[in-house]
């Protein structure tokens, strides 16, 4: 790890790529959560714009994806921006579209039939892949909302800034069935 800046690594302009991860299902990879969409599609008549990690899965093997950020950079923060799949089932999404705005139903949606969305991760970072030498870098919770609009972007400050060019997010509790991610950027 470089105590400082290597020439050049501030100029940085390559796109992240994903190079290893699980998924749900092919329609929710984790390349979804390197776009930065309107609100997540699991409402009625929405598409599929973000990543969801397999069934109950969690930890580093179960719930994970990688990234390269393309080149070594600085990184001194991460926005992200959690899920709140549901589970396709119509009637449930019917009786979500009439009655989301009453509180005591919103409760209790929430308690039990919001199915997927990250409740507390980690994020690893490092700065090459072989051998690798992953560093903890955050580990918080995601919040998250019935109304995917109302889903919070949360900028998550490292420490200290460092400088690397690979990510691993690893889901370590979800809510219900299993966790996922509409966005994830490294900053600046
Ligand atoms: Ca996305």
């Known amino acids: 790890m470089f105590d400082s800046a290597p020439p050049g690594v501030t100029s940085c302009s390559s796109s992240p790529v994903v190079v290893s991860s699980v998924d749900y299902s092919g329609t929710y990879p984790a390349a979804q959560a390197l776009t930065d969409d309107e609100c997540d599609g699991s409402t009625v008549g929405g598409g599929q714009n973000y990543w969801l990690s397999p069934n109950h899965g969690s930890g580093w093997h179960g719930a994970y994806f990688e990234l390269d950020l ?19 089932n119509r009637f449930v999404d019917l009786l979500f579209f009439y009655y989301t705005t009453l509180r005591t139903y919103t409760r209790y949606v929430a308690s039990g039939l919001l199915f997927r969305a990250t409740d507390s991760f980690r994020l690893f970072g490092q700065l090459s892949r072989f051998p690798g ?12 909302s019935l109304v995917c609009s109302d889903i919070p972007y949360v900028i998550f400050r490292l420490e200290k800034a460092v400088t690397i060019r690979y990510l691993r997010f690893v889901v370590v509790t979800y809510r219900v069935n299993g966790g996922g991610l509409q966005y994830l950027q490294v900053l600046p």
């Open 133 to 144: 030498t992953w560093q903890l870098l955050i580990t918080d919770t995601l919040p998250t």
């Open 70 to 88: 393309g080149c070594v950079r600085i990184v001194e923060a991460v926005k992200m921006r959690n899920i709140n799949h549901r589970d396709g």
